[in-house]
Protein backbone atom coordinates (compact mmCIF):
# COMPACT_ATOMS: atom_id res chain seq x y z
CA UNK A 1 0.00 0.00 0.00
CA UNK A 2 2.99 2.20 0.70
CA UNK A 3 4.61 2.26 -2.54
CA UNK A 4 1.45 1.82 -4.47
CA UNK A 5 0.40 5.60 -2.50
CA UNK A 6 4.29 6.88 -3.40
CA UNK A 7 4.08 5.50 -7.33
CA UNK A 8 0.76 7.16 -7.62
CA UNK A 9 1.52 10.42 -6.03
CA UNK A 10 4.37 10.51 -8.38
CA UNK A 11 2.80 9.88 -11.31
CA UNK A 12 0.08 12.28 -11.08
CA UNK A 13 2.27 15.81 -10.49
CA UNK A 14 1.69 15.77 -14.37
CA UNK A 15 -2.01 15.36 -14.11
CA UNK A 16 -2.16 17.25 -11.27
CA UNK A 17 -0.56 20.31 -13.70
CA UNK A 18 -3.54 19.72 -16.08
CA UNK A 19 -6.68 20.02 -13.06
CA UNK A 20 -5.43 23.52 -11.20
CA UNK A 21 -3.82 25.02 -8.53
CA UNK A 22 -6.11 23.10 -6.17
CA UNK A 23 -5.19 19.82 -7.25
CA UNK A 24 -1.49 20.55 -7.28
CA UNK A 25 -0.92 21.70 -3.90
CA UNK A 26 -2.91 18.81 -2.58
CA UNK A 27 -0.55 16.39 -4.40
CA UNK A 28 2.46 18.43 -3.34
CA UNK A 29 0.92 18.27 0.44
CA UNK A 30 -0.09 15.14 0.47
CA UNK A 31 3.58 14.14 -0.87
CA UNK A 32 4.73 16.53 2.06
CA UNK A 33 3.00 14.58 4.79
CA UNK A 34 4.18 11.33 3.16
CA UNK A 35 7.82 12.16 3.46
CA UNK A 36 7.31 13.45 7.00
CA UNK A 37 5.83 10.03 8.03
CA UNK A 38 8.73 8.15 6.88
CA UNK A 39 10.80 9.95 8.22
CA UNK A 40 9.58 9.01 11.29
CA UNK A 41 8.83 5.92 10.92
CA UNK A 42 12.06 4.93 9.38
CA UNK A 43 14.12 7.49 10.87
CA UNK A 44 15.56 9.34 7.78
CA UNK A 45 16.54 12.34 8.33
CA UNK A 46 19.43 12.46 6.16
CA UNK A 47 18.64 14.66 4.19
CA UNK A 48 18.05 17.48 6.70
CA UNK A 49 22.00 17.72 7.07
CA UNK A 50 22.94 18.20 3.82
CA UNK A 51 24.56 21.81 1.98
CA UNK A 52 21.14 22.07 -0.55
CA UNK A 53 18.72 22.12 2.67
CA UNK A 54 20.57 24.03 4.73
CA UNK A 55 20.41 27.11 1.97
CA UNK A 56 17.02 26.42 1.36
CA UNK A 57 15.98 26.55 5.13
CA UNK A 58 18.08 29.70 5.11
CA UNK A 59 16.49 31.09 1.68
CA UNK A 60 12.64 29.97 3.41
CA UNK A 61 13.58 32.13 6.36
CA UNK A 62 14.85 35.01 4.36
CA UNK A 63 11.43 35.43 2.09
CA UNK A 64 9.55 35.83 5.81
CA UNK A 65 11.52 37.64 7.15
CA UNK A 66 11.60 40.33 4.05
CA UNK A 67 8.09 39.75 3.76
CA UNK A 68 7.09 41.07 7.15
CA UNK A 69 9.90 44.08 6.85
CA UNK A 70 8.48 45.11 4.18
CA UNK A 71 4.99 44.60 5.80
CA UNK A 72 5.59 47.06 8.36
CA UNK A 73 7.54 49.50 6.42
CA UNK A 74 4.93 49.72 4.20
CA UNK A 75 1.00 50.05 5.01
CA UNK A 76 -0.06 49.62 1.56
CA UNK A 77 1.41 45.54 1.51
CA UNK A 78 -1.24 43.16 2.43
CA UNK A 79 -0.43 40.01 3.99
CA UNK A 80 -0.66 38.18 0.81
CA UNK A 81 2.90 38.67 0.68
CA UNK A 82 3.67 37.16 3.87
CA UNK A 83 1.42 33.72 3.21
CA UNK A 84 2.88 33.22 0.53
CA UNK A 85 6.54 33.15 1.38
CA UNK A 86 5.43 31.04 4.58
CA UNK A 87 3.22 28.79 2.35
CA UNK A 88 6.93 28.33 0.12
CA UNK A 89 7.43 25.33 2.99
CA UNK A 90 5.47 23.58 0.59
CA UNK A 91 7.91 23.19 -1.89
CA UNK A 92 10.94 23.21 0.66
CA UNK A 93 10.01 19.54 1.60
CA UNK A 94 8.21 18.91 -2.32
CA UNK A 95 11.57 18.92 -3.26
CA UNK A 96 13.14 16.13 -0.65
CA UNK A 97 10.55 13.60 -1.26
CA UNK A 98 12.22 12.50 -4.43
CA UNK A 99 15.33 11.83 -2.51
CA UNK A 100 13.24 9.65 0.47
CA UNK A 101 10.58 7.92 -1.04
CA UNK A 102 11.98 6.53 -3.97
CA UNK A 103 14.66 4.46 -2.83
CA UNK A 104 15.08 2.17 -5.88
CA UNK A 105 15.62 3.13 -9.67
CA UNK A 106 12.69 0.47 -10.84
CA UNK A 107 10.55 2.33 -9.02
CA UNK A 108 11.90 5.80 -10.49
CA UNK A 109 11.20 3.98 -13.91
CA UNK A 110 7.37 3.08 -13.14
CA UNK A 111 6.96 7.06 -12.09
CA UNK A 112 9.08 7.94 -15.59
CA UNK A 113 6.76 5.50 -18.22
CA UNK A 114 3.50 6.90 -16.19
CA UNK A 115 4.68 10.42 -17.47
CA UNK A 116 5.38 9.37 -20.53
CA UNK A 117 2.00 7.69 -20.99
CA UNK A 118 0.86 11.50 -20.08
CA UNK A 119 2.93 13.11 -22.37
CA UNK A 120 2.02 11.10 -25.19
CA UNK A 121 -2.01 11.83 -24.79
CA UNK A 122 -1.05 15.78 -24.24
CA UNK A 123 0.84 15.74 -27.21
CA UNK A 124 -1.91 13.58 -29.52
CA UNK A 125 -4.26 16.36 -28.00
CA UNK A 126 -2.57 19.26 -29.13
CA UNK A 127 -2.58 18.31 -33.11
CA UNK A 128 -5.75 17.24 -32.59
CA UNK A 129 -7.01 20.51 -31.48
CA UNK A 130 -4.62 21.89 -34.02
CA UNK A 131 -6.45 19.93 -36.66
CA UNK A 132 -10.10 19.91 -35.63
CA UNK A 133 -10.03 23.37 -33.92
CA UNK A 134 -11.15 21.97 -30.21
CA UNK A 135 -9.71 19.33 -28.02
CA UNK A 136 -10.54 15.67 -27.74
CA UNK A 137 -12.60 16.74 -24.70
CA UNK A 138 -14.22 19.77 -26.57
CA UNK A 139 -12.24 22.31 -25.10
CA UNK A 140 -11.73 25.28 -27.44
CA UNK A 141 -8.94 28.43 -26.90
CA UNK A 142 -10.66 31.74 -26.70
CA UNK A 143 -7.67 32.78 -28.90
CA UNK A 144 -7.32 30.80 -32.42
CA UNK A 145 -4.20 31.59 -32.31
CA UNK A 146 -3.62 29.64 -29.27
CA UNK A 147 -3.67 25.80 -28.12
CA UNK A 148 -5.12 24.98 -24.66
CA UNK A 149 -5.34 20.99 -24.57
CA UNK A 150 -6.39 19.99 -21.64
CA UNK A 151 -6.13 22.74 -19.55
CA UNK A 152 -9.54 24.62 -20.27
CA UNK A 153 -9.10 28.50 -19.54
CA UNK A 154 -4.80 28.67 -19.40
CA UNK A 155 -2.58 28.60 -22.22
CA UNK A 156 0.52 26.78 -20.30
CA UNK A 157 0.02 23.57 -22.52
CA UNK A 158 3.54 24.59 -23.61
CA UNK A 159 5.16 25.17 -20.40
CA UNK A 160 3.54 21.82 -19.39
CA UNK A 161 5.28 19.85 -22.18
CA UNK A 162 8.48 21.90 -21.74
CA UNK A 163 8.64 20.69 -18.04
CA UNK A 164 7.74 17.58 -18.46
CA UNK A 165 8.12 16.07 -22.13
CA UNK A 166 12.13 16.38 -22.83
CA UNK A 167 13.24 15.28 -19.65
CA UNK A 168 11.06 11.74 -20.13
CA UNK A 169 11.73 10.97 -23.14
CA UNK A 170 15.23 12.08 -22.11
CA UNK A 171 15.28 8.93 -19.56
CA UNK A 172 13.97 6.49 -21.82
CA UNK A 173 16.88 7.19 -24.13
CA UNK A 174 19.54 6.72 -22.37
CA UNK A 175 18.09 3.37 -21.18
CA UNK A 176 21.11 0.52 -21.67
CA UNK A 177 18.74 -2.34 -23.31
CA UNK A 178 16.13 0.07 -25.33
CA UNK A 179 15.05 -1.97 -28.95
CA UNK A 180 14.07 -0.57 -32.30
CA UNK A 181 10.69 -0.38 -32.12
CA UNK A 182 11.10 1.52 -28.41
CA UNK A 183 13.56 3.93 -30.06
CA UNK A 184 11.61 4.93 -33.19
CA UNK A 185 8.79 5.81 -30.84
CA UNK A 186 10.86 8.02 -28.28
CA UNK A 187 12.98 9.60 -31.51
CA UNK A 188 9.26 10.63 -33.15
CA UNK A 189 7.94 11.78 -29.53
CA UNK A 190 10.79 13.71 -28.95
CA UNK A 191 10.29 15.66 -32.59
CA UNK A 192 6.21 16.09 -32.43
CA UNK A 193 6.84 17.34 -28.64
CA UNK A 194 8.61 20.49 -29.94
CA UNK A 195 6.45 20.93 -32.81
CA UNK A 196 3.12 20.92 -30.17
CA UNK A 197 4.92 23.13 -28.38
CA UNK A 198 5.59 25.64 -31.30
CA UNK A 199 1.80 24.98 -31.90
CA UNK A 200 0.67 25.75 -28.91
CA UNK A 201 1.80 29.21 -29.51
CA UNK A 202 3.78 29.99 -26.30
CA UNK A 203 6.57 31.90 -27.89
CA UNK A 204 8.84 31.65 -24.90
CA UNK A 205 8.36 27.91 -24.30
CA UNK A 206 9.43 27.52 -28.00
CA UNK A 207 12.41 29.79 -27.96
CA UNK A 208 13.33 27.53 -24.71
CA UNK A 209 12.61 23.80 -25.89
CA UNK A 210 13.95 24.34 -29.33
CA UNK A 211 17.51 25.49 -27.13
CA UNK A 212 16.53 22.34 -24.73
CA UNK A 213 16.12 19.62 -27.72
CA UNK A 214 18.81 20.91 -30.14
CA UNK A 215 21.04 20.38 -26.50
CA UNK A 216 19.65 16.51 -26.12
CA UNK A 217 20.56 15.94 -29.59
CA UNK A 218 24.27 17.54 -29.67
CA UNK A 219 25.07 15.61 -26.47
CA UNK A 220 23.60 12.61 -26.85
CA UNK A 221 25.50 9.56 -28.00
CA UNK A 222 24.42 8.97 -31.27
CA UNK A 223 23.52 5.06 -30.94
CA UNK A 224 20.88 6.53 -29.15
CA UNK A 225 19.02 8.02 -32.47
CA UNK A 226 17.64 6.56 -35.61
CA UNK A 227 18.83 9.10 -37.78
CA UNK A 228 22.19 10.97 -37.86
CA UNK A 229 21.83 13.84 -35.88
CA UNK A 230 22.09 16.50 -38.77
CA UNK A 231 19.18 14.45 -40.54
CA UNK A 232 17.36 14.84 -37.54
CA UNK A 233 18.11 18.61 -36.79
CA UNK A 234 17.23 19.57 -40.94
CA UNK A 235 13.60 17.11 -40.88
CA UNK A 236 12.84 19.52 -37.67
CA UNK A 237 14.10 22.74 -39.10
CA UNK A 238 12.33 21.83 -42.03
CA UNK A 239 8.89 20.80 -40.25
CA UNK A 240 8.93 24.05 -38.28
CA UNK A 241 9.26 26.26 -41.69
CA UNK A 242 6.92 24.42 -43.10
CA UNK A 243 4.19 24.34 -40.14
CA UNK A 244 4.75 28.22 -40.02
CA UNK A 245 4.14 29.15 -43.92
CA UNK A 246 1.29 26.45 -44.35
CA UNK A 247 -0.63 27.59 -40.81
CA UNK A 248 -1.76 31.27 -41.03
CA UNK A 249 -2.66 31.19 -36.99
CA UNK A 250 1.20 30.09 -36.52
CA UNK A 251 2.54 32.65 -38.92
CA UNK A 252 0.19 35.29 -36.89
CA UNK A 253 1.34 34.14 -33.52
CA UNK A 254 4.63 33.95 -34.39
CA UNK A 255 6.03 36.57 -36.41
CA UNK A 256 4.34 38.95 -34.08
CA UNK A 257 6.91 39.60 -32.04
CA UNK A 258 9.18 40.72 -34.81
CA UNK A 259 6.78 42.77 -36.16
CA UNK A 260 5.96 44.58 -33.21
CA UNK A 261 9.95 45.16 -33.03
CA UNK A 262 9.81 46.57 -36.54
CA UNK A 263 7.37 49.05 -35.29
CA UNK A 264 9.93 51.84 -34.05
CA UNK A 265 9.17 55.46 -33.44
CA UNK A 266 12.06 57.22 -32.56
CA UNK A 267 15.25 54.96 -34.31
CA UNK A 268 17.60 56.96 -32.00
CA UNK A 269 16.06 55.58 -28.82
CA UNK A 270 16.27 52.16 -27.64
CA UNK A 271 13.04 52.26 -26.45
CA UNK A 272 11.20 53.15 -29.50
CA UNK A 273 12.05 49.28 -30.79
CA UNK A 274 10.48 47.65 -27.48
CA UNK A 275 7.83 50.18 -27.89
CA UNK A 276 4.96 47.51 -28.66
CA UNK A 277 6.40 44.92 -26.13
CA UNK A 278 4.18 44.45 -23.32
CA UNK A 279 6.61 42.76 -21.26
CA UNK A 280 8.87 45.48 -21.43
CA UNK A 281 6.88 47.50 -19.26
CA UNK A 282 6.42 45.08 -16.70
CA UNK A 283 10.22 44.67 -16.60
CA UNK A 284 10.63 48.60 -16.59
CA UNK A 285 8.77 48.46 -13.38
CA UNK A 286 10.78 45.90 -12.06
CA UNK A 287 13.75 47.36 -12.77
CA UNK A 288 12.63 50.66 -11.00
CA UNK A 289 11.50 49.21 -8.18
CA UNK A 290 14.68 47.41 -7.86
CA UNK A 291 16.75 50.67 -8.29
CA UNK A 292 14.49 52.25 -5.41
CA UNK A 293 14.86 49.41 -2.99
CA UNK A 294 18.05 47.59 -4.36
CA UNK A 295 18.69 45.24 -0.89
CA UNK A 296 15.62 43.45 -0.01
CA UNK A 297 13.09 44.39 -2.75
CA UNK A 298 9.35 45.20 -1.78
CA UNK A 299 8.79 41.70 -0.48
CA UNK A 300 7.02 38.62 -2.34
CA UNK A 301 3.48 39.40 -4.15
CA UNK A 302 4.06 43.20 -3.77
CA UNK A 303 5.29 44.04 -7.56
CA UNK A 304 1.56 43.94 -8.30
CA UNK A 305 0.93 47.03 -5.66
CA UNK A 306 4.03 48.98 -6.04
CA UNK A 307 3.90 49.13 -9.51
CA UNK A 308 1.16 51.27 -9.70
CA UNK A 309 2.73 54.00 -8.17
CA UNK A 310 3.08 56.94 -10.98
CA UNK A 311 6.72 57.07 -10.36
CA UNK A 312 7.11 53.78 -12.55
CA UNK A 313 5.34 54.99 -15.60
CA UNK A 314 7.54 55.76 -18.68
CA UNK A 315 5.82 57.38 -21.29
CA UNK A 316 8.60 56.30 -23.62
CA UNK A 317 6.71 52.91 -23.51
CA UNK A 318 3.04 52.76 -24.86
CA UNK A 319 2.32 49.58 -22.60
CA UNK A 320 3.76 51.49 -19.53
CA UNK A 321 -0.15 52.17 -18.88
CA UNK A 322 -0.40 48.25 -18.11
CA UNK A 323 2.78 48.18 -16.71
CA UNK A 324 1.21 46.27 -13.04
CA UNK A 325 0.30 42.98 -13.10
CA UNK A 326 0.73 40.06 -10.90
CA UNK A 327 3.97 39.65 -11.33
CA UNK A 328 6.93 40.92 -13.99
CA UNK A 329 6.66 38.07 -15.98
CA UNK A 330 10.49 37.27 -15.51
CA UNK A 331 12.72 35.19 -12.91
CA UNK A 332 15.54 37.96 -12.70
CA UNK A 333 13.50 40.96 -12.36
CA UNK A 334 10.84 38.88 -10.04
CA UNK A 335 13.77 38.01 -7.37
CA UNK A 336 15.60 41.59 -7.93
CA UNK A 337 12.06 43.83 -7.24
CA UNK A 338 10.70 41.70 -4.96
CA UNK A 339 13.53 39.89 -2.99
CA UNK A 340 16.12 42.27 -4.02
CA UNK A 341 20.01 41.66 -4.36
CA UNK A 342 20.35 40.18 -1.10
CA UNK A 343 17.81 37.28 -2.28
CA UNK A 344 18.79 36.92 -5.60
CA UNK A 345 21.87 36.01 -4.65
CA UNK A 346 20.79 33.53 -2.37
CA UNK A 347 18.35 31.54 -4.88
CA UNK A 348 21.26 31.77 -7.30
CA UNK A 349 24.13 30.06 -5.06
CA UNK A 350 21.38 27.57 -3.92
CA UNK A 351 20.30 26.52 -7.93
CA UNK A 352 23.74 27.00 -9.34
CA UNK A 353 25.58 25.33 -6.44
CA UNK A 354 22.99 22.39 -6.82
CA UNK A 355 23.94 22.36 -10.80
CA UNK A 356 27.89 22.33 -10.18
CA UNK A 357 27.77 18.64 -8.06
CA UNK A 358 28.27 16.59 -10.17
CA UNK A 359 27.52 18.40 -13.14
CA UNK A 360 30.17 16.83 -15.85
CA UNK A 361 28.78 16.92 -19.61
CA UNK A 362 32.06 14.76 -20.89
CA UNK A 363 30.54 11.88 -18.51
CA UNK A 364 27.18 12.32 -17.60
CA UNK A 365 24.10 10.56 -19.23
CA UNK A 366 21.63 12.52 -21.28
CA UNK A 367 19.23 12.28 -18.72
CA UNK A 368 20.82 13.85 -16.14
CA UNK A 369 22.25 16.43 -18.75
CA UNK A 370 18.51 17.17 -19.47
CA UNK A 371 17.51 18.06 -16.21
CA UNK A 372 20.61 20.21 -15.73
CA UNK A 373 19.95 22.14 -18.84
CA UNK A 374 16.03 22.37 -18.19
CA UNK A 375 16.81 24.31 -15.05
CA UNK A 376 19.80 26.87 -16.78
CA UNK A 377 17.29 27.13 -20.00
CA UNK A 378 14.22 28.31 -17.58
CA UNK A 379 16.50 30.78 -16.20
CA UNK A 380 17.20 32.64 -19.48
CA UNK A 381 17.48 36.77 -18.84
CA UNK A 382 14.77 38.32 -20.74
CA UNK A 383 12.83 35.55 -22.02
CA UNK A 384 9.41 36.49 -20.52
CA UNK A 385 7.62 33.72 -17.77
CA UNK A 386 5.65 32.29 -14.71
CA UNK A 387 6.02 33.19 -11.09
CA UNK A 388 9.13 31.95 -9.19
CA UNK A 389 6.69 31.17 -6.42
CA UNK A 390 3.64 30.82 -7.83
CA UNK A 391 1.34 27.25 -8.31
CA UNK A 392 1.62 26.12 -11.87
CA UNK A 393 4.84 27.98 -12.64
CA UNK A 394 7.06 27.26 -9.62
CA UNK A 395 5.35 23.88 -9.64
CA UNK A 396 7.48 23.06 -12.81
CA UNK A 397 10.11 24.79 -11.96
CA UNK A 398 10.50 22.80 -8.27
CA UNK A 399 9.68 19.61 -9.99
CA UNK A 400 12.57 19.45 -12.14
CA UNK A 401 14.80 21.02 -9.30
CA UNK A 402 13.63 18.13 -6.83
CA UNK A 403 14.58 15.52 -9.63
CA UNK A 404 18.01 17.43 -9.96
CA UNK A 405 18.44 16.60 -6.22
CA UNK A 406 17.78 13.27 -6.47
CA UNK A 407 20.21 12.37 -8.95
CA UNK A 408 22.97 13.93 -6.73
CA UNK A 409 22.15 11.55 -4.63
CA UNK A 410 20.94 8.34 -6.20
CA UNK A 411 23.35 8.00 -8.47
CA UNK A 412 20.79 7.29 -11.19
CA UNK A 413 23.21 9.08 -13.66
CA UNK A 414 25.81 6.78 -14.65
Known sequence: MYL???????????????????????????????????????????WCKTKSFYLLL??????????????????????????????????????????????????FTKIMFYWLITISIVVFDVFFEKYFGFNTLNFKSLDSTRIISFFYDENI??????????????????????????????NTLIIFLLIAVLFSGERSNFIKSFILFNLIIIFIKPEKLILKKSSIILILIASIIGSILISE???????????????????????????????????????????????????????????????????????SINRCNTHPHQVHFELLSEQGLIGYIF???????????????????????????????????????????STTNGFAFWIIFAVLIYLNKKNLSN
Open 347 to 389: FFYLVLSSLKNRFNYHKQNIFFLSVNFYILIFLIPILPGGSIF
Open 249 to 319: KIYIKQTEFFKRLMVNKDANKISGKIDNIKYFAHYDAAWKIFQNFPATGIGSKNFRIECQKDEYFNEGLSH
Open 4 to 46: FSVITLFSFLPISMMMGNFVINLNIILLDVLLILTCIIQKKWS
Open 58 to 107: LFYFYLIFNSLFNYYQNNIYGIDGILRSVSFIKFLFFIYSFKVLIPRKEI
Open 157 to 186: VGSFLFCFGFITCAYFLEEREINFNKKLFI
